[in-house]
């Protein structure tokens, strides 16, 4: 079996050869505008009402929204539901999403609560933990739903039809976890630990780090008020 290590950037990859990766990170965006827009009874928007709400260029927008084959009106703009309709297939979330959550701590308790997945089309049929003084615990105080053991992950994922897992444990407890949703059946993983993984080439891997994230931020606001000295070789 043929292991990948899990990219900590976005490389310059097309998924089906057709959806440059910078315009997929931007769909979910999209995604969110065009559903407050409909939500608020909105039937025609711009390029340029897009853009400001998500925060680019209009001429981002309108290339982004061509590679789906959604070119608008000119002079008019896009048809909102119609559109909305139109992002949410591409994202493959026009159909509910099982997803699976191993480690019932902070991060894992937290996305287990977020009321945002429901309405993006992700429904969590599982969350997982090895603490014995997790397992058993309500999840999200949902007398429905509670911290399973580890040793049940197989079977959650069997009776969730989950395909995508999420994990929320400590590094020294991230690649085993990986392995098992793996072994399971899992094919797409979004990993909070603070550690690259290493995954078959059929297993698609998102990576978020809050620590990396906040070290970037702080990188800029540093230069906002530092000059950096230039490093020599």
């Known amino acids: 079996m043929t292991l990948r290590h899990s990219p900590r950037e976005g490389s310059a990859r097309r998924i089906g050869g057709e959806i440059p ?5 931007r769909l979910p965006v999209y995604q969110r505008v065009l559903a407050a827009l409909a939500e608020s009874h909105v039937v025609i ?14 001429a981002n927008v309108r ?5 789906l084959g959604s070119q608008g009106t000119r002079g008019v703009g896009y ?3 119609s559109l909305l309709a139109h992002v949410t297939q591409a994202l ?3 159909s509910e999403r099982p997803v699976v959550i191993v480690g019932a701590g902070h991060i894992g308790t937290a996305l287990a609560a977020y009321q945002g997945l ?12 090895i603490s014995v003084d997790r397992v058993g615990s309500p999840v999200a105080d949902s007398a429905q739903m509670r911290v399973r053991p580890l040793t049940d992950l197989e079977a959650v994922v ?6 995508i897992g999420v994990i929320a444990t400590p590094g020294a407890a991230a690649q085993y976890v990986c392995e098992r949703l793996v072994q399971a059946g899992v094919r797409s993983i979004l990993n909070f630990a603070p550690v690259t993984l290493a995954v078959p080439q059929d297993v698609e891997i998102r990576q ?3 620590a990396v994230e906040l070290q970037i931020l702080a990188f800029h606001e540093q230069r906002r008020t530092v000059t950096i000295p230039e490093c020599s070789a």
């Open 21 to 25: 990766d910078a315009t997929i990170a």
């Open 45 to 58: 928007v711009s390029s340029e009402e897009i853009a400001a709400a998500s925060g680019v260029s209009s």
């Open 63 to 67: 290339r982004d929204l061509s590679h």
């Open 79 to 81: 048809h909102v539901s």
């Open 92 to 94: 493959g979330i026009s």
């Open 118 to 129: 429901p309405s993006r089309g992700f429904r969590v049929v599982g969350v997982l933990d």
């Open 158 to 163: 069997r009776e969730g039809s989950a395909r």
């Open 208 to 210: 978020v780090d809050l």
